[in-house]
């Protein structure tokens, strides 16, 4: 009576986490048993791309399923289901022959599914071609292709004349090689290269930063040409908003919006162009670029489709030929995403499992999988007890406990969260599921 729900919770943990399941024939802990592994990562030769291994083990459990790259584990899920599929990205690899090593296991316990050599044989991955050289109308510049791996057998390039800030990019005839002569078509634009990089297992393009905007020749300023809307100055003050505030944080699916002022000394400009940017905070979507106007009394409003975390930035150029933008502002928008959580059976008694299972429902999840914590309610705090994956594609997980030492009628309260830290590479902002409770008695 006087062991606290932490006490008896912490206590169950030395018994069973989750995965383990009573053998009600010997009162033991069964074997995953693995077997009828299968699979384009097990098929020898030389492996690129994402390479796959599929195998069996006892269904009755869940187990973590890993695998280790030259000692190293790469890829580790929770599987229940009686099959494992994992999958391999080998682009991230070095090329070369290296050990892997595939097992399955629960608490200290593993099991080796497969174990032996493979080699890598990709396209060339990296790359992060600089361009160096005077940005005026005359000079040359020059592009550094980056540093490749595996070494490339062949690199192109192709610059190309775009807008200011890096948009509507086009390919310039004729400028193919590591090194360009800015001509007087260049003048107020800015430029980029695109290197490829490729060998005999394929080509990979990686594109640089632009230059920002080209001068006239000899570096002299370009002469400020037509004023961008009604009342345009130098002076020019850009006020933007999401909310109340330059940051906000919503629900998926929740509506977000940017609204805001452009202004000369107090007086509006109606008519104005913005360049705005929607640039993702993490994971694997591009920036993507729209254009704004300001009304007669210089305000402007855009509604942020769904998506990600974003870093929103808007840009004023008073007039075509400026070199550098007038006015600029930047915002943060947060999503996010939701969890969906339910918690099985609604009651129960000592010495039975409980299940809970989900799904997180938002967007990209890298191929490591989504790190979650189990949390469960200990007074009026949140603690945290063990941590599980969400699946890369579907998003859900599932997560068992078998309760051993629960000594009088209890009723726990758990739920699912995203660690308060975030998550590197996941563009969503932390979260927790609603909570969900199971009634035990002993």
């Not at 550094?144 to 310039?172: D, H, K, M, N, T």
């Not at 297992?201 to 370009?222: D, M, N």
């Not at 109606?270 to 993507?288: I, R």
Request: hydrophobic letters at 40%; proline letters at 6%; one cysteine or more.
């Amino acid at each position: 009576m006087g062991e606290s729900k932490l006490a008896r919770f912490a206590g169950a943990a030395a018994v069973v986490i989750a995965l383990a399941i009573v053998n009600s024939a010997h009162g033991a802990e069964p074997s995953p048993d693995p077997s009828d592994v299968t699979g384009s990562m097990i098929g020898g030769g030389e492996l690129s791309g994402t390479v796959e291994i599929d195998f069996l083990f006892n269904p009755t459990g869940s187990y973590t399923a890993t695998i280790a790259v030259d000692g190293t584990t790469i890829v580790s899920q929770v599987e229940n289901q009686g099959s494992a599929h994992l999958y391999l990205d080998t682009a991230t690899l070095v090329d070369g022959t290296h050990q892997l090593d595939v097992e399955i296991g629960y608490g200290t316990d593993t099991s080796t599914v497969w174990s032996g050599a493979i080699d890598t044989l990709n396209a060339p991955q990296g790359g992060l071609p600089a361009i160096s050289g005077s940005s005026a109308v005359g000079a040359t510049l020059t592009a550094s292709a980056g540093f490749w791996q595996p070494a490339p057998s062949a690199i192109s390039y192709q610059w190309e004349r775009c807008g200011l800030g890096g948009v509507a990019c086009a390919p310039i005839n004729g400028a193919t090689a590591s090194t360009y002569l800015l001509t007087d078509a260049d003048s107020n634009a800015d430029l980029e290269v695109e290197v490829v990089a490729g060998n005999a297992s394929g080509s990979t393009t990686a594109r640089s930063a632009p230059t920002g905007a080209i001068a006239g020749p000899g570096g002299a300023a370009i002469a400020s040409g037509s004023a961008n809307g009604s009342g345009a100055c130098a002076d020019a003050r850009l006020s933007a908003r999401l909310g109340d505030s330059d940051s906000e944080t919503v629900t998926i699916g929740q509506r977000a919006s940017v609204h805001g002022v452009l202004a000369c000394d107090g007086t509006p400009i109606a008519g104005a162009t913005l360049d705005l940017a929607l640039a993702p905070s993490s994971g694997a979507s591009a920036t993507a670029y729209t254009e704004v106007q300001t009304a007669a009394d210089g305000s402007f409003g855009y509604a942020v489709p769904p998506g990600p975390s974003r870093d929103i930035t808007l840009t004023y150029s008073a007039f075509s030929g400026a070199a550098t933008p007038t006015a600029v502002a930047t915002l943060a928008l947060r999503v996010r995403p939701r969890i969906a959580l339910a918690i099985t059976p609604s009651s129960t008694t000592n010495g039975h499992t409980m299940e809970l299972s989900g799904r997180v429902l938002g967007g990209y999840i890298s191929a490591r999988g989504l790190p979650l914590e189990i949390e469960y309610r200990e007074g009026r705090h949140w603690m945290i007890y063990t941590e599980i994956l969400a699946q890369p594609r579907s998003g859900s997980f599932r997560w068992r406990y078998t309760f051993r030492r629960t000594t009088e009628s209890i009723t726990y309260s758990f739920r699912v969260a995203i660690p308060t830290s975030g998550v590197a590479g996941y563009p969503y902002a932390p979260v927790t599921s609603a909570p969900r409770s199971i009634h035990v008695d002993p």
